[in-house]
Nanobody, 126 residues
């Protein structure tokens, strides 16, 4: 059974940075595209970013382009989300998700995802 465990969330001031990690266990991470979603209080869950199996293809929601960077280290079975220039509107629970896809494919919706983590809370104060 594959498990995804997020870490790295916390409280940060606006303009600050955090790096989220998503550790994949149970099977090698290199067979999965990995991505991040977030859900703010009272709002629907939204796609944030995803990365292909080998890290070649990435996607971002417009609101985080230029501020967030997704990456992965398949040797460590871990994906990362570097978040810079954080804004209060980035406050949310961030979830890691994975789906078995072709080598260059990514996902941008939460349809048909194979695995989810339990989430990590990011709070950005103004």
């Amino acid at each position: 059974q594959v498990q995804l465990v997020e870490s790295g969330g916390g409280l940060v001031q606006a303009g600050g940075s955090l790096r989220l990690s998503c550790a994949v266990s149970g099977r090698t991470a290199s067979i999965y595209a990995v991505g991040w979603f977030r859900q703010a209080p009272g709002k629907e869950r939204e796609f944030v970013s995803s990365i292909s199996r080998g890290g070649i293809t990435t996607r971002y929601v417009d609101s985080v382009k230029g501020r967030f960077t997704i990456s992965r280290d398949n040797a460590k079975n871990t994906a990362y989300l570097q978040m810079n220039s954080l804004k209060p509107e980035d406050t949310a629970v961030y979830y890691c998700a994975a789906r078995s896809l072709g080598p260059y494919a990514v996902f941008t919706t939460d349809n048909d995802l194979d695995y989810w983590g339990k989430g990590t809370l990011v709070t950005v104060s103004s």
